[in-house]
């Protein structure tokens, strides 16, 4: 299949002044509503991206519907946010987090690496290893059509495969994806969403492939602010005083270098996940801050299951234990040790996984100062 767009494309559109990316945006979602005769609705996070997509929305269609999905991974102001607008219909998922982490393991560093971390696990010990995208990009072997070494390669990674705990990339399909699934089977309404190209390979991939309206795919849907940047929309909320959940703060202007920032968080998403943590270490840092409860919550607890990984337990998620061992191996992930977790909640196991994993982790640090 020919892409419907090329990178220079992208770089053309990102490069707009905002007036011509809302017009285009209103263009794309005039043509969706009118596809479906509008049967459709926002994906609505109470994210400051999808608050501005809503109020482009509904400046063209007063009557469209927001769809929230209630996973309890969000901060409570974002939650308060959301359901505080009117003709917002509020979903929820089949499964509770700590029932996927059980069941499918821990959202760690990208849905990329986590993706790859289970197929590895999944066909390790068979013959299919070794033809797997997994074993050739943890080491190294995934190239280019014309023989280059391709990015998508992860060697830094391949630590991860030794996890004591479960690692997947299927939190966001249960917890977010699934529940719109089902709502579109409902009432067959085509979903609008306020996702960029820039956030990561797969969205431009996806942008490539099929521009914004996916009128052909095999879940349609609208994503008419792909070609937006992080400033575009914080811009958007400057210009037009555009209410905000109180987690980001406000939007302030530094007016000359044609920048915006929020004061409180740049982004929220989903607070205990663990996704995107390379970019944002202080993340529970900031968690322990905000809503020390939950936090508390996150860290303690945890146990090893039946197959002999680390999971949940009936008093927490067990953070504490995968962010140390994630830690040893260089991720640097911030939380306040203010309770001394590994005291309370380990045991004689975790001590010695820990001890093992840090002689490991730095016979490989010297193996790496001798090949200097």
């Given amino acids: ?48 991206d999808s608050t501005v997509l809503l109020h482009i929305a509904r400046n063209l269609y007063s009557d469209i519907e927001a769809v929230f999905v209630n996973t309890g991974l969000e901060y409570q102001s974002i939650r308060k946010f959301a359901l505080s607008y009117e003709n917002t219909r509020e979903i929820r998922p089949q499964k509770t987090f700590k029932e996927v982490l059980i069941d499918s393991g821990y959202p760690i560093v990208s849905k990329e690496v986590a993706k790859r971390v289970y197929e590895y696990r999944k066909y390790e010990g068979t013959d299919r290893l070794n033809k797997t995208c997994a074993y050739k ?102 210009i037009n005083n555009l209410k905000i959940a109180q987690a980001y703060g406000n939007v302030i202007a530094d007016n000359q270098n044609c920048k915006f920032y929020t004061t409180g968080c740049q982004r929220t998403g989903c607070i205990f996940c663990l996704f995107g943590i390379r970019k944002d270490k202080d993340r529970i840092a900031r968690l322990k801050i905000k809503e020390p409860k939950l936090a508390d919550y996150v860290l303690r607890g945890g146990q090893f299951g039946a197959d002999g990984y680390w999971q949940p337990s009936n008093n927490g998620l067990g953070y504490w234990f995968v962010i140390d061992w994630l830690n040893i191996n260089g991720l640097g992930i911030e939380y306040y040790k203010d309770t001394d977790y590994a005291a309370i909640y380990g045991n004689e196991n975790t001590r010695k996984i820990l001890l093992q994993e840090k002689i490991r982790a730095g016979m490989k640090r010297t193996e790496g100062k001798d090949c200097l």
Avoid at 15 to 27: G, H, N
Avoid at 141 to 150: A, F, H, M, V
Avoid at 172 to 182: A, G, I, Q, R, V
């Fill in 137 to 238: 990009e943890f080491n190294g072997l995934r190239e280019k059509p014309n023989g280059e070494k391709s990015s998508y390669n992860k060697e830094r990674y391949k630590f991860l495969v030794k996890a004591p705990f479960k690692i997947s990339h299927f939190c966001c399909l249960d917890m977010k994806e699934t529940p719109c699934f089902l709502y579109e089977e409902k009432t067959g309404k085509k979903p609008i969403i306020a996702t960029m190209a820039n956030e990561s390979r797969a969205r431009m991939k996806s942008w490539l492939e099929s521009g914004c309206n996916a009128f052909d795919s095999n879940r349609p849907s609208s994503q008419p602010m792909l070609f937006w940047t992080e400033n575009d929309v914080l811009e958007y909320i400057y």
């Fill in 1 to 48: 299949m020919s892409n419907k767009h090329t990178i220079s494309d992208l770089c053309q559109m990102q490069s707009l002044p905002l007036s011509a990316k809302i017009r285009m945006t209103e263009y794309r979602i005039r043509q969706w509503y009118e596809e479906y005769g509008g049967e459709v609705y926002v994906s609505f996070s109470g994210g400051k």
